[in-house]
């Protein structure tokens, strides 16, 4: 006889129109978040305040000029225009110069217009004399509106085509955006089709393939209407929305993938579909929900740090990943009740496995999942040190790391505010586009400490020329300094160090790009400690309360840093060090991006923990059900390695679409996931875990007396002890089992 329960095939009545109002219910939500989130998205932030540490030096000396003199000067334009000939500091200003010098005063948020005639400032010539640089300073803006205005305003004059780029910090800002959603929308559509192919391949079936693609959309849709609540509280960077489709695909990927995998594997061993949900539910729907809670814990970290920029990507990341688990609980059970059969349906293999086994033949544990653990846990020393010795040999390019910011030096040509910044770059060897600002605030300064201050100034390597100071009011003094370097290279960041540093009797900041990019590096790293200590206490209560253990969460949290110190050491060799130059196809900026290392780092911890709880959970199980511990983790390996390695390449497949944008900071954010996750589907999960296990034994389920009973307080449900009866049913059924992961 066949070793598993027949099942009916029939679906409750009641059951099917419960089902069906949960999906009307879930679509109307989905819907109404849509047009929400529509609505809302027009309202993202995308300005030079997003990267703003509140509080720094930097930000108060920046508002208490605008205060003075109305000019926000971390904002401006600069605008390149081509002469018709040679010009010099006495030439009068060309029709096309005096054009763009006109629309610039026109408009309502410029303060101020500088060009070479006005000012008989040579350093707005370029060294060749056929270009020029106008530059403008703005105060209260919005961005968007105002640089499109502006873009329309010179593509009206037929006279400036092809002579004039637009550019400076506030276009650059509002094209990095539309960039970074242009490329992210081509990424996707590109990478779509091959996602699809690779989840038939992987469910089996185009309905089954479908139900991820369905949570993905329910999860970007649902997390857009909540970000649009949010916001009436919180503004949210437009950048969010990066992180939000990457999530919402690859995370709706593997919570289905789970959920599907088990459903399938329970159908055949009961006696109804709804018997088999129910084992779903107290199993892998057990695990999705530890999975989901963790992550979005771990994404809800980010919102530690006071930067408009990475604190929007932690409530966005949290919210995509609960709308992912609560698809894959709520909404994925009411589809398997409604189309079971369609999903699950046995194959002709399937059918004579069954046959097979019912004649009498040893059922075994041959899956590949199974060998490679039980390979790995005969000689557990040699595999961990070589696994471990990998992993440090991919870390070691870090301890070399630099850090940068994201500015006009990251886009494309093909952008105006890209093309003018490689202008001024390679043109102008005086004029500085982002100059340096040294803010006096002293009430009784004199004119011979200010002398004295500016001559220090000038005589600091890498600074072009320092301006004499000018009072705008009060007690407030500016001098403006032209450096030799681009602005977030390494070595303007010194040359700024240099000029805070300066020993002179006045209180001096230093403002401008330079100098915000190192206040921003300054509040990352003051509040990565405490980001830390949440994450990393996240992870153990949360594994704890799963795995019943104290070494399992400890050994799961270790196998997450080594996997992100390997991550962080091939985005310096890919990046900083461009070896994957080339091949990826980005300027060499010769840093890192600082908020990127943050974003990967919360990302690839709360993946790691993810990955872990699918496999640990599924040990854990093999456990309770009486497996000895070596043999748990083999059948546990054996029940989750190959979905936790499909998982991993639509993961990988989804996030990775980020490597074909055109900004080098969003190629790092999806080459660094990318990796990662493969990494840790692979060496950790494959290699490091089976070993360690090993080589632990009885130890990993060691619970400290004191916590025994502290545990029972954790209110998340532990998975269910399985009769040994039903598990040896469940593993002849899932050796047959053609529609299962291999």
């Known amino acids: 006889m066949d070793s598993a329960p027949t099942r009916t095939g029939a679906v409750d009545p009641s059951r099917r129109r419960h089902a069906k109002v949960v999906l009307g219910i879930a679509g109307v939500c989905m819907l109404l978040s849509l047009i929400g989130g529509g609505i809302a998205s027009a309202h993202l932030t995308s300005s030079l305040s997003d990267y703003d540490a509140p509080g720094f030096a930097v930000v108060l000396a920046q508002h208490a000029i605008q205060s003075a003199t109305g000019a926000n ?23 096309s110069v005096a054009e763009v010098a006109a629309l610039l005063r026109a408009r309502p948020e410029v303060k101020t217009v500088q060009d070479y005639a006005t000012t008989g400032n040579a350093a707005l010539i370029s060294d060749n004399g056929h270009y020029t640089a106008i530059v403008a ?17 010179i593509a009206a004059q037929p006279a400036l085509k092809g002579v004039t780029w637009l550019g400076g910090p506030t276009v650059a800002d509002v094209q990095l ?72 695909l690859g995370l709706s990927v593997d919570f289905s993938l789970l959920i599907v995998s088990r459903f399938r594997e329970e159908l055949p061993k009961q006696p109804s579909v709804e018997a088999a949900l129910a084992v779903v539910r107290r199993t892998a729907g057990h695990t999705v929900l530890f999975s989901s809670l963790t992550v979005a814990a771990s994404m809800a970290t980010l919102a530690v740090f006071p930067e408009r920029f990475v604190y929007s990507m932690g409530i966005a990341g949290a919210i995509v990943v609960l709308a992912a688990g609560a698809f894959a609980l709520l909404v994925l059970p009411a589809l398997l009740e409604l189309y079971a059969d369609r ?43 070589v696994a471990v010795l990998v992993l440090l040999l991919l870390a070691s390019p870090f301890l070399k790391v630099s850090y940068t910011g994201a500015d006009a030096s990251s886009l494309p040509t093909s952008s105006s505010a890209g093309a ?87 209180h001096a900041t230093v403002i401008g790009q330079t100098a915000s990019f190192l206040s921003l590096q300054q509040s990352l790293k003051s509040h990565v400690p405490y980001v830390l200590g949440l994450i990393i206490l996240i992870a153990l209560v949360m594994l704890f309360a799963m795995t019943r253990s104290i070494v399992l969460p400890l050994m799961a949290v270790v196998l997450n840093f080594l996997t992100i110190a390997a991550t962080f050491g091939v985005l310096v060799f890919a990046f900083q060090w461009s070896h994957l130059r080339e091949v990826l196809g980005f300027n060499a900026l010769g840093a890192l991006q600082a908020t990127s290392l943050v974003i990967v780092f919360a990302v690839v911890f709360g993946l790691s923990t993810d990955y ?52 080098v900071f969003v190629k790092e954010l999806g080459l660094g996931v990318a990796f990662a996750v493969i990494v840790d589907a692979t060496i950790v999960r494959g290699v490091l875990v089976p070993a360690l296990m090993k080589l632990l034994g009885p130890t990993s389920w060691w619970c400290p007396a004191f916590l025994r009973g502290a545990r029972q307080q954790i209110v998340l449900p532990e998975t269910p002890r399985i009769p040994e009866p039903v598990l040896r049913a469940g593993h002849v059924a899932v050796a047959a089992d053609p529609t299962r992961v291999a």
């Not at 509106?145 to 329309?152: E, K, N, Y």
């Not at 509280?233 to 969010?240: D, E, G, K, M, R």
């Not at 194959?347 to 041959?366: D, F, L």
């Not at 309770?624 to 390449?649: H, K, M, N, Q, S």
């Open 73 to 95: 000067l971390e904002e401006g334009y600069v605008v390149v225009v081509r002469t018709p000939g040679a010009i010099t500091a006495g030439s009068p200003l060309p029709a």
């Open 137 to 153: 300073t703005v105060g209260s803006v919005n961005e968007k509106q105002a640089v499109a205005a502006l873009q329309a305003a």
């Open 177 to 248: 955006a539309a960039v970074s959603s242009q490329d992210l929308g081509r990424a996707e559509l590109f990478v779509l089709p091959f996602l699809i192919l690779l989840l038939f391949f992987i469910f089996r079936g185009w309905l089954a393939a479908s139900l991820p693609l369905i949570g993905a959309i329910f999860a970007i849709a649902i997390t857009l209407g909540v970000m649009g609540l949010v916001m009436l509280a919180v503004p949210l960077s437009v950048f969010a929305l990066n992180l939000v489709i990457a999530l919402g």
């Open 343 to 385: 999903i699950a349906k046995p194959s002709k293999s399937k059918s004579k496995a069954k046959t097979t086994a019912s004649a009498g033949a040893a059922p075994g544990h041959t899956g590949r999942w199974y060998r490679i653990a039980t390979s790995v846990m005969r000689r557990p020393i040699v595999w961990a040190t």
């Open 420 to 506: 003018a910044y490689q202008l001024v770059q390679a043109k102008f060897s005086a004029f500085s586009e982002a100059p340096a600002t040294v803010v006096v605030t002293a009430p009784n300064v004199t004119s011979s400490q200010l002398a004295a201050l500016r001559s220090a100034e000038a005589t600091l390597p890498r600074v072009k020329s320092a301006t004499s100071f000018q009072h705008l009011g009060g007690s407030l003094w500016v001098s403006t300094v032209a450096l030799t370097s681009a602005p977030l290279s390494p070595a303007a960041q010194q040359t700024v160090r240099s000029l805070q540093a300066l020993s002179v009797p006045v």
């Open 612 to 663: 872990g709880v699918f496999v640990l959970g599924r040990i854990k199980e093999e456990h309770d059900a009486g497996a000895e511990p070596v043999e748990a983790v083999a059948l546990g390996l054996d029940r989750t390695g190959g979905i936790v390695t499909a998982a991993a390449c639509c993961l990988a497949l989804a996030v990775g679409a980020l490597m074909l944008s055109r900004l």
